[in-house]
């Protein structure tokens, strides 16, 4: 319970959301340090703490040191999928109010959709790989088919979640697709992976981010207003889906629980829901497994607009990696947008009185889920 409160994010940035040709991953997420440092008022210099991770580089965190040209204290190139940056926000603020490092950076960049793709750094999966699955669709589509038949639901609350994210969007400039999206239409798209279609994935872009983090006592010399860091917990139960316990219930439910009771909060108490959301499937799944709604009462919880723009939960108010951005690793792009929230300066929909938002990253193929829990200077 040491960590609540102590350290705060003073500074964030994104750079080339959507499409940005001509640059490299660790260019962009160097250009996203620089442009967080002079949102929270300070020099390169002073970073002494990096944390990154790429789905390309084994060794991000030194990679990007490199290219900035500092020798941080501390770092931490830790991967374990989109939920990384989550896991990184807990080791930094360890690694704060333990001493070890005075400002941390946390980073993420990619340029998949203007280089056409990547080769992500991956062990195969033995168990797996005989029957060449397309990774990660199928995953989530077992995922889905299994919640479908274990509930007795059909495809539109997936499209529902996909028409809710859209609608956060349609009010984002920075968001990709802000087009109007109905429910027939995510019916309609073409089929990926049975019972997922094409709306019912996140987007392929380019897009990088970064964070500033610092011990509480100094998060108010900066130039934004500090949001600080209350609760935060990970956990993993398996890295190939074949190992999964069970196919409808992830591990995001002890997380949760771990991280409220260290922000000393209940899920309703947040003012804005950020998830991670790959495929929509996710969406319903976090829903219930952080305590929202019970579990198989997702699909029925995300109808009629619950969760969408004016509806009773602000879930995903950026768009989500389904309408506004994803860059093969969306998980930066959720604190960013919590963190926004919070202090009151998101680009698109702002939630009046956004003093609690939850920011939760899902990783792999369900497999490493990781709660953080962000508040305003009133909530500590």
Known sequence: MSLRGKTACVGLA???????????????????????????????????????????????????????????????????GGSS???????????????????????????????????????????????????????????????????????????????????????????????PLMVDEVLAARMISDPLGKLDCCLVTDGAAAMIMTRADRAKDGPKTPVYFLGGAMEHSHRMISEMPDLVNTCGAKSGARAFAMAGYKPGDMDTVQIYDPFTIVTILMLEDLGYCAKGEGHEFVRNGHIAHGGNLPVNTNGGGLSCVHPGMYGMFVLNEAIRQARGDAPGVQVEDANLCLAHGNGGVLSSEVTTIWGTEQTV
């Open 14 to 80: 994104t750079f080339g959301t959507g499409t940005c040709p001509g640059w490299t991953s660790v260019e962009m997420m160097a250009e996203a340090t620089h442009l967080a440092l002079a949102d929270a008022g300070l020099m390169l210099d002073q970073v002494d703490g990096v944390f990154a991770a790429t789905a390309v580089h084994s060794m991000a965190a030194m990679s990007l040191s490199g290219h900035l040209g500092i020798e941080p204290k501390f770092s931490s190139g830790s991967n374990i």
């Open 85 to 179: 940056f989550m896991s990184h926000v807990i080791a930094a603020a360890m690694a704060l109010e333990a001493g070890e490092i005075e400002v941390a950076l946390i980073a993420y960049g990619s340029n998949q959709r203007s280089a056409g793709g990547f080769q992500t750094v991956s062990e195969p999966m033995p168990w797996e790989a005989v029957y060449q699955p397309r990774s990660p669709i199928n995953a989530y589509a077992m995922a889905a088919a299994r919640y479908m038949h274990d509930f007795g639901c059909d495809r539109i609350p997936l499209a529902e979640v996909a028409v809710s994210a859209r609608s956060w969007a349609e009010h984002n400039p920075e968001a990709m697709m802000r087009d």
